[in-house]
C-alpha cells in the first residue's frame, strides 16, 4: 500500500489496521450516524464504548434525564410523605389510618434512595443501574412481607397494596429504561 502523497510503503499490519478502521467506521455510520477517528478508537472488541469517563455507564441522552426527574421527584414526594407520618403530629398519624410500620419506614428510607438514584440517572454513572435494580428487589422483597402480613390478619390500608404496586412497578420500568439504554449504543 502506498500512502498517497508520499509514495512510501506501509508494512501489512498496517493495511490490515486501516481496512479494520474503515469497517468500523462504515459500521458506526450504519448504527450511529456518524464515525470519526476519535469514536473508532472507543471500540473495544467490535462495540462502541459509549462512555466518556470509568465513572459513567452512558451517554447523557435527553430520554434519561426525564427518567431521572421522575425518579427524584418520585423519591422526594416518598421522603415528605413518610416523613410526615413519621414524625409529624398525632393528627396526620391518624389521617394516614392503619399503617405497616416496616413498610413506612421502608418507603422513607427508599425515599433516599430514590433521589439518589434520580442523581446517578442524571449524572450517567455506571451504579444508576445497579441501585435501580436494587430498589426495585428490595420493594418486592418489602411487598412480599406487606403480603404475608395482611394473610396473617395485620391491620392495613387498601391504599398501601396500590402505593406498593406503584412503587414497584416504576422501579422496574426505570430499571428496564436503564437496562435498554446500557445495551444499545
Not at 423519591?75 to 399503617?99: C, K, M, N, P, W
Request: hydrophobic residues 55%; aromatic residues 16%; positive net charge.
Amino acid at each position: 500500500m502506498h500512502f498517497p502523497i508520499v509514495g512510501v510503503q506501509f508494512p501489512r499490519w498496517f493495511t490490515w489496521l486501516r481496512s479494520y478502521l474503515a469497517f468500523c467506521s462504515k459500521t458506526l455510520n450504519k448504527r450511529v450516524g456518524y464515525a470519526s477517528y476519535n469514536n473508532i478508537t472507543k471500540i473495544v472488541c467490535g462495540a462502541q464504548m459509549t462512555t466518556t469517563k470509568k465513572s459513567q455507564a452512558l451517554e447523557p441522552r435527553a430520554f434519561l434525564k426525564g427518567v431521572a426527574l421522575i425518579a427524584m421527584v418520585f423519591g422526594a414526594v416518598t421522603v415528605i410523605s413518610g416523613g410526615s407520618v413519621l414524625f409529624g403530629t398525632d393528627v396526620v398519624r391518624e389521617a394516614a389510618g392503619h399503617f405497616v410500620p416496616f413498610v413506612l419506614w421502608f418507603n422513607f428510607i427508599a425515599g433516599f434512595a430514590y433521589i439518589a438514584a434520580g442523581l446517578a440517572i442524571w449524572l450517567a454513572h455506571r451504579w444508576a443501574f445497579g441501585l435501580s435494580i436494587a430498589i426495585a428487589v428490595a420493594t418486592f422483597f418489602v411487598a412480599t412481607a406487606f403480603g404475608v402480613w395482611v394473610f396473617q390478619g395485620g391491620a392495613y390500608e387498601m391504599r398501601s397494596v396500590g402505593a406498593l404496586s406503584l412503587r414497584f412497578g416504576v422501579w422496574l420500568a426505570i430499571s428496564l429504561v436503564m437496562f435498554r439504554a446500557r445495551s444499545r449504543p
